[in-house]
């Protein structure tokens, strides 16, 4: 069985880490799995008011999050939920379509997206959750 690792980005994160106890990432033999990452600044947890500026960080946080659990960042994602509380926002669904294609020019992984009545921390609007795998070096 392969061995679990956590991660845990500087920041923000470090609090829900302490305060919720859970960690931003696991490593799990040849995966990486996030959880759930809002757009919340990462050094200081305030959300955007916009939500496409919302939206543009929580991928950028997903980022971070991979990339700090050892991996490459989004071009070994393979998985994505994605939870909002607005589906129907086309504002909002530009701006996710815009993220998949600056973050993964070169594929297009498996996505599923959920409409919630609330998500975990006051304020936040979108969540994002992925699973990647982690590529040998060549």
């Known amino acids: 069985m392969s061995t679990l690792e956590y991660f845990t980005y500087d920041g923000f994160a470090e609090q829900l880490r302490d305060g919720f106890w859970y960690n931003q990432a696991v490593k799990i033999g040849d995966r990486i799995e996030c959880s759930g990452q809002g757009g919340w600044?990462?050094?200081t947890g305030k959300l955007p008011t916009?939500?496409?500026?919302?939206?543009?960080?929580a991928f950028s946080n997903v980022d971070l999050?991979?990339?700090?659990?050892?991996?490459?960042?989004?071009?070994?994602?393979?998985?994505?939920?994605?939870?909002?509380?607005?589906?129907k926002d086309e504002e909002a669904?530009?701006?996710?379509?815009?993220?998949?294609?600056?973050?993964?020019p070169n594929?297009?992984?498996i996505l599923t997206v959920v409409?919630?009545?609330?998500?975990?921390?006051?304020?936040?609007?979108?969540?994002?959750?992925?699973?990647?795998?982690?590529t040998p070096p060549a």
Request: aromatic share 6%; proline share 3%.
């Open 107 to 109: 594929h297009k992984p």
């Open 41 to 43: 600044d990462p050094a």
């Open 65 to 87: 999050a991979l990339r700090t659990a050892g991996g490459q960042g989004w071009s070994q994602v393979y998985k994505i939920h994605i939870y909002m509380l607005d589906i």
């Open 115 to 134: 409409g919630v009545k609330d998500l975990a921390l006051e304020g936040m609007r979108i969540e994002v959750e992925v699973a990647a795998v982690i």
């Open 50 to 57: 916009s939500i496409t500026a919302e939206i543009d960080q």
């Open 93 to 104: 669904v530009k701006a996710l379509v815009r993220n998949m294609k600056k973050w993964m």
